[in-house]
């Protein structure tokens, strides 16, 4: 059995220590020691929709990425019952991770019945560490959709539990409209990435993300996602960009914007 002490022994290594910009340095003259990296969302989508064009350049700079989803999606389709909306939207993360060159892994808790327990918390935990991390990212807290909040609950607890052994990202979705009051610590220049991370988001047809014209849809306009990806671009002095909070051993890390 994986136990906590065992993925604290065999993570460690100055895993914590990693940083963004390590994992998504270039080095033309030295091989890439490959990490492995977990996503955690909410619903299928979700880890596309806040870190899929940092996903796309980690699997890029060689890194092996799980995208770690916490529901099934089931109440994701109005006219499907629970089973039928479940089915069709795990098919499409399996189209999207294939986009985006990542692994699926599915939790199976139910979409809008979600719940922390310590039986919950034990399976979310061995389900994680048995992808022996070096870092994983998940959503920001503090958000107005309680999958969201326990999914990252969840991980953060199971950092905690696992010694701070892997390094913890937190992403946004959705800002003002899901995420609230967050304040990025990282950046990352997605602008050669974003158009593939787009395909990726577009598997997912049942959520109506992405248009026919290959734009972001005006439902997605409304929630913020384009003007958040337009906006951090902006913050960075880029296109478009993708914006993270470090977790710290002693809280959310502080660092400069980026000139």
Same mark, same amino acid.
């Given at each position: 059995? @994986?136990?906590?002490? /065992?993925?604290?022994?065999?993570?460690?290594?100055? /895993?914590?220590?990693?940083?963004?910009?390590?994992?998504?340095?270039? @080095?033309?003259?030295? /091989?890439? $020691?490959?990490?492995?990296?977990?996503?955690?969302?909410?619903?299928?989508?979700?880890? =596309?929709?806040?870190?899929?064009?940092?996903?796309?350049?980690?699997?890029?700079?060689?890194? =092996?990425?799980?995208? +770690?989803?916490?529901?099934?999606? *089931?109440?994701?389709?109005? *006219?499907?019952? @629970?089973?039928?909306?479940?089915?069709?939207?795990?098919? =499409?993360?399996? $189209?999207?991770?294939?986009?985006?060159?990542?692994?699926? !892994?599915?939790?199976?808790?139910?979409?809008?019945?979600?719940?922390?327990?310590?039986?919950?918390?034990?399976?979310?935990?061995? !389900?994680?560490?048995? $992808?022996?991390?070096?870092?994983?990212?998940?959503?920001?807290?503090?958000?107005? @959709?309680?999958?969201?909040? !326990?999914?990252?609950?969840?991980?953060?607890?199971?950092?905690?539990?696992?010694?701070?052994?892997?390094? !913890?990202?937190?992403?946004?979705?959705?800002?003002?409209?899901?995420?609230?009051?967050?304040? %990025?610590?990282?950046?990352?220049?997605?602008? =050669?990435?974003?158009?593939?991370? +787009?395909?990726?988001?577009?598997?997912?047809?049942?959520?109506?993300?992405?248009?026919?014209?290959?734009?972001?849809? %005006?439902?997605?306009? &409304?929630?913020?996602? %384009?003007? +958040? $990806?337009?906006?951090?671009?902006?913050?960075?002095?880029?296109?478009? &960009?993708?914006?993270?909070?470090?977790?710290?051993?002693?809280?959310?890390?502080?660092?400069?914007?980026?000139?």
């Amino acid at each position: 059995m @994986h136990t906590r002490r /065992a993925f604290v022994k065999s993570a460690l290594g100055g /895993a914590g220590l990693l940083s963004l910009t390590t994992l998504l340095q270039a @080095h033309p003259t030295q /091989a890439v $020691e490959k990490r492995k990296i977990v996503v955690v969302g909410g619903h299928p989508d979700d880890p =596309e929709c806040g870190a899929g064009g940092t996903i796309l350049l980690l699997v890029s700079a060689g890194h =092996e990425v799980t995208l +770690m989803y916490f529901t099934n999606g *089931d109440e994701g389709i109005a *006219d499907k019952s @629970h089973e039928e909306a479940a089915a069709i939207r795990k098919k =499409e993360c399996l $189209e999207a991770c294939k986009i985006l060159g990542a692994k699926p !892994l599915f939790v199976d808790q139910v979409d809008g019945e979600s719940v922390v327990s310590n039986s919950e918390m034990a399976r979310f935990q061995k !389900l994680l560490w048995n $992808e022996k991390p070096h870092v994983v990212f998940t959503h920001w807290p503090l958000d107005s @959709h309680k999958d969201h909040q !326990l999914a990252s609950v969840l991980t953060m607890q199971a950092w905690m539990e696992a010694s701070q052994s892997f390094a !913890l990202y937190f992403y946004e979705v959705c800002t003002g409209y899901q995420s609230f009051l967050f304040h %990025p610590t990282d950046y990352v220049d997605i602008s =050669e990435t974003q158009a593939l991370k +787009m395909k990726a988001l577009a598997c997912h047809a049942s959520q109506n993300i992405i248009g026919k014209d290959g734009r972001y849809t %005006p439902m997605m306009y &409304a929630c913020g996602q %384009p003007a +958040m $990806e337009d906006f951090r671009g902006k913050e960075l002095g880029v296109t478009f &960009a993708e914006a993270f909070i470090r977790m710290t051993g002693r809280g959310m890390g502080t660092f400069a914007v980026p000139s």
